[in-house]
């Protein structure tokens, strides 16, 4: 038995952090419907969705997303669903993400000043045309910093995922480390790889709150 890494381990590991990657898009994009949903619904003028909406993010965001996973992967099946390590992550961090992006994007609603809403009001159009053509845009703009930020925490989380036994790039190192046993050299390699896919969106993303913000101060501006 090889004591020493090699590249195939290296290429182990990098497989890994693709599927790490998938499973990071898997998540921004369910997770990402599922917070617009959550958005719509917590800034709804119908009490009840406000509700409904605002239970589900509390329940979420009170439950850790270890918990999720366990009951996703191994509570399910004893109800008769079978289901995989991929699809158990995905379902898992789809409903842990939504609930975050939901209240990320439900203050980038409200962060839109009352006045835009009452000036698309005034031209008599439908709370739906007020919400998609008027405020819905300068919500976007408002909400792609955060929004970029918190897709960092996505690529963290992913880690979580290995419990379950999905190979991404965590559980590779795992796997390398039981058949050579050199845990400080291969948890440095992961910790690398990980700094080389989170750094530029960090970086992305600092860019954009600097931007953003004075976008934000010139729309308040012109709002007042």
């Known amino acids: ?3 020493a890494i090699n590249p195939g381990h290296l290429q182990f590991l990098l497989t890994g952090a693709f599927w790490t990657l998938i499973l990071s898009l898997m998540a921004f994009l369910g997770g990402g419907a599922g917070g617009f949903l959550v958005a719509l619904g917590r800034t709804s003028p119908f009490r009840l969705l406000r509700i409904l909406a605002a239970v589900y993010v509390q329940i979420v965001q009170g439950t850790p997303l270890l918990i999720i996973l366990f009951l996703i992967y191994f509570g399910l099946p004893s109800l008769g ?3 995989s390590p991929l699809l158990a992550a995905g379902v898992s961090l789809t409903i842990y993400v939504s609930a975050y992006l939901g209240e990320i994007w439900r203050g980038c609603l409200e962060s839109v000043p009352k006045a835009q809403w009452e000036a698309a009001e005034c031209l ?3 709370r739906t045309q007020r919400l998609f053509k008027v405020v ?3 919500a976007i703009r408002i909400a792609t910093p955060p929004t970029v930020g918190f897709s960092v925490q996505i690529i963290k989380n992913t880690s979580l995922t290995s419990v379950v036994g999905f190979v991404e790039l965590t559980r590779a190192g795992q796997l390398i480390n039981n058949s050579i046993f ?5 948890y440095i390699i992961v910790a690398l790889i990980y700094f080389c896919l989170c750094f530029p969106v960090s970086a992305l993303s600092r860019r954009l709150e600097r931007s953003g913000a ?3 101060r010139a729309l308040k501006a012109v709002s007042a």
């Open 214 to 216: 004075a976008r934000l």
């Open 182 to 186: 050199e845990p400080f050299l291969i």
């Open 1 to 3: 038995m090889t004591t």
């Open 124 to 126: 008599a159009l439908s």
């Open 81 to 83: 669903f079978s289901i």
């Open 136 to 138: 819905l845009p300068q």
